[in-house]
T-cell receptor, first 111, second 113 residues
Framework: DAKTTQPNSMESNEEEPVHLPCNHS???????IHWYRQLPSQGPEYVIH???SNVNNRMASLAIAEDRKSSTLILHRATLRDAAVYYC????????????FGKGTRLHILP | DSGVTQTPKHLITATGQRVTLRCSPR?????VYWYQQSLDQGLQFLIQ???????AKGNILERFSAQQFPDLHSELNLSSLELGDSALYFC????????????FGPGTRLLVL
């Protein structure tokens, strides 16, 4: 069973910001929130991760709700190359814990 | 290029056969993860090895097995293959055991006829 809930698909215009939501209401205190994306015909690639505070890197920003039950991946200026499936995953540090990717959000970028 | 290599890129075989998929992690990474991606199931975690030892198991069938060797490369063995085993198999690696950033290989596409 997926620990995270994401919309199946989203659309955005090129060069505009994109906000990809993720709900994880059963998150535990030690779970890290990771985002990966999978471009067509490629393996998933790491985007960003965080625990409690908002995070920024060259690819994106991650906004984490104060109660940590949801998060939002922000692409500041979407390009056509950002069209991909975006996965929000909770990574537990506990041994033997399964990794659950879920179905992700398919992001379409309109030129 | 993530630094993770997988061989072969493509594999076509028949039902009932056995195949071995190989993965070499990034230099310095001690953990290897195996995932299966089929059209209707999405990305499914199979198993994780850390420094030669099994650390976590996901939805891995009994017909499947894996191991990580002293040089840290890993092999995924799939036996008694069925049509439903046709999928993309990805390997990923990370530095430690605690599910830090994972770097994925390009995958092996398996077709069972």
């Amino acid at each position: 069973d997926a620990k995270t809930t994401q919309p199946n698909s989203m659309e955005s215009n090129e060069e505009e910001p994109v906000h990809l939501p993720c709900n994880h209401s059963t998150i535990s205190g030690t779970d890290y929130i990771h985002w990966y994306r999978q471009l067509p015909s490629q393996g998933p690639e790491y985007v960003i991760h965080g625990l409690t505070s908002n995070v920024n890197n060259r690819m994106a920003s991650l906004a984490i709700a104060e109660d940590r039950k949801s998060s939002t991946l922000i692409l500041h200026r979407a390009t056509l190359r950002d069209a991909a499936v975006y996965y929000c995953i909770l990574f537990s540090r506990a041994r033997d814990d399964k990794i659950i990717f879920g179905k992700g959000t398919r992001l379409h970028i309109l030129p | 290029d993530s630094g993770v290599t997988q061989t072969p890129k493509h594999l076509i075989t028949a039902t009932g056969q056995r195949v071995t998929l190989r993965c070499s992690p990034r230099s310095g990474d001690l953990s290897v993860y195996w995932y299966q991606q089929s059209l209707d199931q999405g990305l499914q975690f199979l198993i994780q090895y850390y420094n030669g030892e099994e650390r976590a198991k996901g939805n891995i069938l009994e017909r499947f097995s894996a191991q990580q060797f002293p040089d840290l490369h890993s092999e995924l063995n799939l036996s008694s293959l069925e049509l439903g085993d046709s999928a993309l198999y990805f390997c990923a690696s990370s530095v430690g055991a605690l599910r830090e950033t994972q770097y994925f290989g390009p995958g092996t596409r398996l077709l069972v006829l």
